[in-house]
């Protein structure tokens, strides 16, 4: 047995600085821990600044097979971000029979079953705690410690931008636009953002949860995605008046069938995942004998990230240790149906403008009526005046209803002469509360 255990590390960007920094200040500690040290051997990286900022020039490499023939790297911890090359330097990391570490949730969410595949080949590892969650071990958490578990739902905020976006637009009453903007100046928005205020990133994230949760494959391309684009500061407003908050959710469920959706909802105010705020993370699990649990903590950053990779590497590295490596492989071991995106069922907040004169209110709930969605509160929340014509919002909540009914319903009311707007339509969630 190798007296050291050795890593090749693809990248030494932010969470790769990281990572060297917890390998360096806790090298003592991780020791003892696994019973040998934990040292980076070489790293692939282009950029020598980086390598000169951390005094690891002579560990430095543009070429990845450096990395692959070394032998005394066990353990290929990938942090390059992206498809590829990320996808590439995996599988072959696995074939040669290296165990793995990544962040990549893009790389794990599409391709997780070919790269469990190429680890079972050769009895490697393939750990990715820190894809979803950063420094939150949710992870581990669903494969060993609720593995006895039935897993009926997973509910999660899991984009601290979009959880700061709407922070910001609830606790200041500003616009989207703006929140953004805040959002991009602290550093918690890309230039271009739209992988994560569209719901991109929350989907892909889900989709890795709702795999292991219900050892069924579930990629991106199964995801309902709905972005936070369309939230206002008055939505925000009303849905606090109506005792709830506005957060964007990715939910997985398995209630006969697997439904997979990250969209906007209205969540009671004291729902757990209400009280979260700004760029912190939180995922809600329910099992049928642990019952209702939540993982809380921050989801993204430099050292939370990098806490979990090299959680992961320390595992790996005790496996390495015992001749136990290999034991976790692809836990997708089911076929499960998926259900359509029509059938997801739902409490809806909507809002609309329309012409304040008698029957108004009666025509719509005559709409809704047809079409099997049942209304639980109307409330006139102000009257307008457009062009020279008297109006009046409405917020209505309806009860548990099927999507399919509700969009029906909702293009007839749209075509309907009295109506002049759906301001905005958003899903009420949080039923497991009750």
């Given at each position: 047995m190798p007296e050291v255990i050795g890593i090749g590390l693809l990248g030494v960007g932010t969470v790769g600085s990281g990572v060297v920094k917890i390998l360096r200040d806790n090298a003592s500690q991780i020791a003892q821990r696994v019973g040998k040290r934990v040292e980076i051997k070489r790293i692939l990286e282009n950029n020598e600044s980086k390598l000169r900022s951390l005094g690891l020039t002579e560990q430095g490499t543009n070429r990845y097979e450096d990395l692959l023939e070394d032998p005394s790297i066990q353990i290929i911890v990938e942090l390059?971000?992206?498809?590829?090359?990320?996808?590439?330097?995996?599988?072959?990391a696995l074939g040669r029979g290296k165990h793995v570490v990544t962040a990549n949730k893009d790389v794990v969410a599409t391709y997780g079953k070919e790269l469990f595949a190429a680890a079972d080949a050769t009895k490697s590892d393939f750990y990715f705690e820190a894809s979803v969650g950063g420094g939150i071990p949710v992870i581990r958490v669903l494969k060993e410690s609720l593995a006895a578990n039935q897993i009926q739902a997973v509910i999660g905020i899991v984009n601290g931008t979009t959880n700061y976006i709407l922070t910001r637009m609830g606790e200041e009453g500003i616009e989207f636009d703006a929140a953004l903007c805040a959002?991009?100046?602290a550093g918690y928005a890309e230039a271009d953002p739209s992988a994560d205020?569209?719901?991109f990133d929350?989907?892909?994230?889900?989709?890795?949860?709702a795999s292991i949760a219900f050892n069924t494959r579930i990629t991106p391309n199964d995801v309902f995605i709905e972005g936070i684009t369309r939230i206002t500061p008055r939505d925000i407003s009303y849905a606090q008046e109506l005792g709830y908050v506005i957060k964007l959710l990715a939910i997985a469920r398995e209630q006969d069938e697997v439904e997979v959706r990250v969209h906007p909802a209205l969540v009671p105010e004291n729902h757990p995942l209400a009280a979260v705020q700004g760029v912190f993370n939180a995922i809600y699990v329910q099992g049928n004998a642990v019952g209702e649990t939540m993982f809380y903590g921050q989801g993204a950053g430099q050292m939370a990230t990098a806490s979990a990779v090299v959680g992961d590497v320390m595992e790996i590295a005790r496996n390495i240790e015992t001749g136990s490596t290999g034991r976790f492989s692809c836990t997708c071991f089911y076929t499960?149906?998926?259900?359509?995106?029509g059938q997801f069922h739902s409490?809806?907040?909507?809002r609309l403008v329309v012409k304040d004169q008698p029957g108004a209110l009666a025509s719509i709930a005559g709409v809704f009526g047809n079409n099997r969605v049942s209304l639980g509160s109307v409330i006139q929340k102000r009257t307008l005046n457009m062009a020279g014509i008297s109006m009046a919002e409405l917020v209505l909540i309806t009860h548990d209803v099927m999507e399919q009914d509700i969009q029906d319903a909702l293009t007839v009311i749209k075509g309907l002469s009295i109506v002049s707007s759906v301001e905005n339509v958003i899903r009420v969630e949080g039923g497991e509360q009750g």
């Amino acid at each position: 047995m190798p007296e050291v255990i050795g890593i090749g590390l693809l990248g030494v960007g932010t969470v790769g600085s990281g990572v060297v920094k917890i390998l360096r200040d806790n090298a003592s500690q991780i020791a003892q821990r696994v019973g040998k040290r934990v040292e980076i051997k070489r790293i692939l990286e282009n950029n020598e600044s980086k390598l000169r900022s951390l005094g690891l020039t002579e560990q430095g490499t543009n070429r990845y097979e450096d990395l692959l023939e070394d032998p005394s790297i066990q353990i290929i911890v990938e942090l390059l971000g992206g498809i590829e090359p990320a996808r590439t330097y995996l599988l072959e990391a696995l074939g040669r029979g290296k165990h793995v570490v990544t962040a990549n949730k893009d790389v794990v969410a599409t391709y997780g079953k070919e790269l469990f595949a190429a680890a079972d080949a050769t009895k490697s590892d393939f750990y990715f705690e820190a894809s979803v969650g950063g420094g939150i071990p949710v992870i581990r958490v669903l494969k060993e410690s609720l593995a006895a578990n039935q897993i009926q739902a997973v509910i999660g905020i899991v984009n601290g931008t979009t959880n700061y976006i709407l922070t910001r637009m609830g606790e200041e009453g500003i616009e989207f636009d703006a929140a953004l903007c805040a959002a991009k100046d602290a550093g918690y928005a890309e230039a271009d953002p739209s992988a994560d205020i569209e719901g991109f990133d929350a989907a892909r994230k889900i989709a890795i949860l709702a795999s292991i949760a219900f050892n069924t494959r579930i990629t991106p391309n199964d995801v309902f995605i709905e972005g936070i684009t369309r939230i206002t500061p008055r939505d925000i407003s009303y849905a606090q008046e109506l005792g709830y908050v506005i957060k964007l959710l990715a939910i997985a469920r398995e209630q006969d069938e697997v439904e997979v959706r990250v969209h906007p909802a209205l969540v009671p105010e004291n729902h757990p995942l209400a009280a979260v705020q700004g760029v912190f993370n939180a995922i809600y699990v329910q099992g049928n004998a642990v019952g209702e649990t939540m993982f809380y903590g921050q989801g993204a950053g430099q050292m939370a990230t990098a806490s979990a990779v090299v959680g992961d590497v320390m595992e790996i590295a005790r496996n390495i240790e015992t001749g136990s490596t290999g034991r976790f492989s692809c836990t997708c071991f089911y076929t499960k149906k998926l259900r359509p995106w029509g059938q997801f069922h739902s409490k809806y907040y909507i809002r609309l403008v329309v012409k304040d004169q008698p029957g108004a209110l009666a025509s719509i709930a005559g709409v809704f009526g047809n079409n099997r969605v049942s209304l639980g509160s109307v409330i006139q929340k102000r009257t307008l005046n457009m062009a020279g014509i008297s109006m009046a919002e409405l917020v209505l909540i309806t009860h548990d209803v099927m999507e399919q009914d509700i969009q029906d319903a909702l293009t007839v009311i749209k075509g309907l002469s009295i109506v002049s707007s759906v301001e905005n339509v958003i899903r009420v969630e949080g039923g497991e509360q009750g």
